[in-house]
């Protein structure tokens, strides 16, 4: 089963063999979260750094990324040249306290080679990543709380998630 499809949640077995499975995460780490999207003026360029966070408040809560790519769903250019998050992003969302970190574009990593800093810094904490979300724009900078619970499945590190906003 291909369960990294349409909008979904990693879980850190998605990243190690020894990490926590998606039955395995608490559910207040993946419903009704305190969130707050991040904006980033990225001017052409792809990566997110961790200067893109320095003013938000992250402790206890979902940080979500809007970069905008998801207006490219459903098309050829979706999967190439997508905004991502640098290593230092992630360690400064670690670092801050966040919960869940998502984004709006085919991977919080680079995909430009095999290397994936940002699933490894976040999961290696236990932060659950979401990827693929849309709709972003739609939403306050911050005053909601987010959710993106998968079925509750064993052995299984990702799985696609009905992800929404309560304002």
Same mark, same amino acid.
């Not at 063999?17 to 305190?34: R, T, V």
């Not at 290397?115 to 999961?123: A, G, Q, S």
């Not at 290696?124 to 909601?144: R, S, T, V, W, Y």
């Given at each position: 089963?291909?369960?990294? /499809?349409? /909008? ?21 780490? &993946?419903?009704?979260?305190? @969130?707050?999207?991040?904006?980033? &003026? ?10 893109? %966070? ?9 940080? !979500?990324?809007? /970069? ?19 290593? =230092? @992003? ?9 919960? &869940?970190?998502? +984004?709006?574009? &085919?991977? +919080? =990593? ?9 699933? /490894? ?14 709709? !972003? ?6 005053? %909601?709380? %987010? ?15 009905? @992800?929404?906003?309560?304002?």
């Amino acid at each position: 089963m291909v369960a990294n /499809t349409g /909008t979904y949640v990693d879980s850190p077995f998605h990243r190690f063999a020894s990490g926590k499975s998606l039955a395995e995460l608490p559910l207040e780490s &993946l419903a009704e979260i305190p @969130a707050v999207v991040v904006r980033p &003026l990225l001017d052409g360029r792809r990566a997110i750094d961790a200067t893109h %966070f320095g003013k938000v408040a992250c402790a206890g809560r979902a940080v !979500l990324v809007q /970069t905008g790519w998801s207006r490219h769903w459903a098309t050829k250019e979706y999967f190439a040249g997508h905004p991502f998050l640098t290593e =230092d @992003a992630a360690q400064f969302l670690r670092d801050c306290g966040a919960v &869940l970190v998502g +984004i709006d574009s &085919l991977n +919080i =990593d680079s995909i430009d080679d095999g290397w994936r800093p940002v699933h /490894t810094t976040l999961l290696g904490a236990d932060i659950p990543i979401c990827e693929h979300l849309c709709a !972003l724009e739609e939403l306050p900078d911050e005053g %909601f709380k %987010f959710s993106a619970v998968p079925v509750r499945i064993r052995s299984f590190g990702t799985f696609p998630v009905r @992800a929404y906003a309560a304002l």
